[in-house]
């Protein structure tokens, strides 16, 4: 007889919890957002001094970090976050994508 998986809906948010998660992601972000800033386009202005780590997460606090990923009518898409999210060894998921 064989049992069917069942996910433990628990254990992530219990792994997330953890002091090691929290300091192993913490070198994580510190790694991450010296990649940013790396890729960041030097004609974006304050783009690279805006990157800023707090604990395990990096925040961009650039007004216009929007123009600078995703691009407008008259400036392409440089992507410094994606770019630097996967040289790093993480998964960007796209908050309006549907696949986990």
Do not use: C
Not at 86 to 97: H, N, P, Q, T
């Amino acid at each position: 007889m064989s049992q069917r998986f069942r996910r433990d809906a628990t254990f992530e948010p219990a792994l997330r919890a953890g002091p090691e998660f929290r300091l192993a992601m913490s070198s994580r972000a510190a790694v991450l957002a010296d990649m940013i800033r790396l890729l960041a386009p030097r004609k974006s202005g304050h783009y690279a001094r805006r990157v800023v780590q707090l604990d395990n997460r990096v925040e961009l606090r650039d007004i216009a970090w929007h123009i600078v990923e995703w691009g407008s009518v008259n400036s392409p898409a440089y992507a410094p976050v994606r770019r630097a999210v996967r040289a790093v060894g993480l998964r960007y998921i796209d908050a309006r994508s549907s696949r986990p």
